[in-house]
């Protein structure tokens, strides 16, 4: 069979072509996924790969989504049906398209889709899932839509249950009953329901599809666990995340986000004329797809070239001169900044009134920066232990000079009881003490011991010079380590202290004089800083809400103090 007859595959190509040439503007990202499905392809004639690409089974859903109405605006006012645009059509083929050759079961179980506000994300959340309901072939297909709250999780499952209203035809032909909870589809014995962590109960679930809707705002990852058990019992289960970005770097939607980028990046590591640098961690997932439309480091958020990049419906549901509008208000009103970040260009932000660029800071990540490298080097070191029970950070600062220049290199320790880390509400952190970015200590407080134990060996190691603390915090530890000749010194953490380092570390970060080995702790630590100034411009570091943790950035303005007067005779680190 020609291409000819196959539309929405040939609509697919088209778009895959127009993004990978740079006609269509797209985020690395985007053009990354898109050069996956092209090597993908490739792949899928040899014979020892396991996945076969279904030129009918991509068709049929596209075919499914535009026979739905439009049920919002004045396209559902003009009782128009859906017609999918290009990137609609590359996401749904490829997706559905892809089988095991063997089982013949779909290839991709999970999906992220990150897209910003106003590009149909529900509608096409919608249509997808009533595909899910009645024309997968599955018996008893038990269907989701999951948020952490009931208001959300109805938004998609509202959503169908308009477009069944509205769609007489596919009512009849599946037996489908709109109810108040649930859409009942009695040809095959499926249930469509919302499900929200508030509901009655979580367990029991055979979920076929959970739809995740704006997994930015999940707090934790309990919602998202409920939903990848439960979709563990089906032999072509699919989860589809999708969201816009955020402000919350310890949920699960941020770690979604990251390991998307890994497998992205790998992608890249793959392809010869990449035109990308490679940085950061790679990861190969064959069942994991995802695709995200944002706009670029480095790129002018106030361009409209930006806003385009950002919205892969611009001009269909996304309208010019509205962004305009917004971007207008944004450049106006900082309090705005933040919202038209995430929501239009799907660009995560700091926290409300957050003190450091984030941007920046990730361009002065060095991935292949090792601590080894400054082995006998003078060393600045500082500690934040504020709590025996959750997170505590040591800093190791070195400086070096460059064309005459001093530039300064941070590693961060972190540590935390074995038991904060079993009982977290932060969702990252035991992949993060799996992945050797957190040393645990057994039991329930953090054992100071390990903590001992590493400035001793970092005595050895390198030439400490100095090490910062808090005496409230840790006066026995330091009698103990200054009676082994660690050279311990006290740094109240006060206005006085803080201002003028926290200053200074936000100019190194922002002209690169700053480099870090890219540590994801330490970025969600700075990211969670949120700063208040005073009547004499003096600065302090915050946090907004209890768990979001700032250890591993008051450590790092500590070592900065240090090293920014440890030259100064009788400097003395005690504040107001």
Request: negative net charge.
């Amino acid at each position: 069979m020609s291409m000819a007859s196959y539309p929405y595959i040939r609509k697919a190509q088209r778009y895959i072509k127009d993004v990978l040439s740079g006609k269509i503007p797209a985020s690395w990202q985007v053009v990354a996924a898109c050069q996956r499905q092209q090597q993908d392809l490739a792949r899928a004639k040899q014979k020892k790969w396991p996945y076969r690409f279904d030129k009918e089974e991509a068709e049929r859903i596209c075919r499914f989504l535009e026979l739905m109405p439009h049920i919002k605006g004045p396209k559902a006012r003009d009782g128009e049906l859906i017609a999918l645009e290009g990137w609609q059509c590359f996401i749904l083929t490829t997706v559905f398209g892809w089988l095991h050759k063997k089982t013949g079961f779909r290839r991709f179980r999970r999906s992220f889709i990150g897209v910003p506000r106003g590009n149909a994300k529900s509608t096409l959340s919608s249509g997808v899932a009533l595909f899910m309901l009645t024309a997968d072939g599955e018996p008893g297909p038990e269907v989701y839509s999951a948020a952490t709250t009931r208001d959300q999780a109805k938004i998609v499952f509202g959503d169908a249950q308009a477009m069944t209203r509205k769609t007489p035809p596919l009512a009849s032909k599946y037996g489908l009953d709109v109810q108040q909870r649930g859409i009942i589809s009695a040809c095959n014995d499926g249930i469509f329901r919302p499900l929200s962590r508030d509901a009655d109960t979580q367990d029991g679930l055979n979920i076929h599809f959970g739809c995740l809707d704006e997994v930015h705002a999940h707090k934790t990852r309990e919602v998202y666990d409920v939903v990848e058990t439960g979709a563990g019992k089906r032999d072509q289960s699919l989860i589809w995340a999708i969201t816009t970005a955020g402000s919350n770097r310890s949920g699960i939607g941020y770690e979604l986000w990251t390991y998307l980028e890994a497998v992205l990046r790998k992608v890249l590591a793959d392809w010869e004329e990449s035109p990308y640098p490679l940085k950061g961690d790679q990861a190969e997932d064959e069942q994991f797809f995802g695709i995200i439309y944002t706009i670029d480091d480095g790129d002018d958020w106030t361009d409209p070239a930006s806003w385009q990049k950002a919205n892969p419906n611009w001009g269909v549901s996304v309208m010019p001169d509205y962004v305009a509008g917004l971007a207008n208000k944004a450049m106006q009103l900082a309090s705005a900044q933040n919202n038209f970040k995430t929501k239009h260009l799907d660009a995560w932000v700091n926290a409300d009134q957050a003190w450091m660029d984030m941007q920046a800071w990730k361009k002065c990540a060095d991935y292949g920066l090792s601590i080894d490298d400054f082995a006998g080097d003078d060393c600045i070191e500082a500690l934040d232990l504020a709590s025996k029970i959750d997170l505590a950070c040591k800093i190791r600062l070195f400086q070096r000079q460059i064309d005459g220049v001093t530039h300064y290199y941070a590693f961060a320790t972190f540590y935390l009881p074995q038991r904060a880390v079993d009982e977290a509400a932060n969702a990252q952190y035991q992949g993060w003490a799996i992945e050797g970015y957190l040393q645990t200590t057994p039991g329930d407080v953090t054992d100071f011991e390990t903590v001992e134990t590493g400035l001793l060996e970092d005595k050895n190691s390198f030439s400490v010079t100095d090490v910062a603390y808090d005496p409230w915090q840790a006066t026995q530890l330091a009698q103990r380590m200054s009676e082994k000749d660690v050279p311990m010194r006290e740094y109240r953490q006060t206005v006085q202290n803080f201002s003028e380092a926290m200053k200074e570390l936000e100019a190194l970060v922002l002209s690169g004089r700053l480099h870090h080995d890219g540590n994801p702790v330490l970025e969600w630590c700075i990211s969670n800083v949120v700063c208040h100034t005073d009547a004499k411009d003096n600065i302090y570091p915050r946090k907004e809400r209890v768990e979001n943790k700032i250890d591993g950035a008051v450590s790092l303005i500590m070592a900065l103090g240090v090293a920014l007067h440890g030259a100064e005779q009788g400097f003395v680190y005690e504040g107001m």
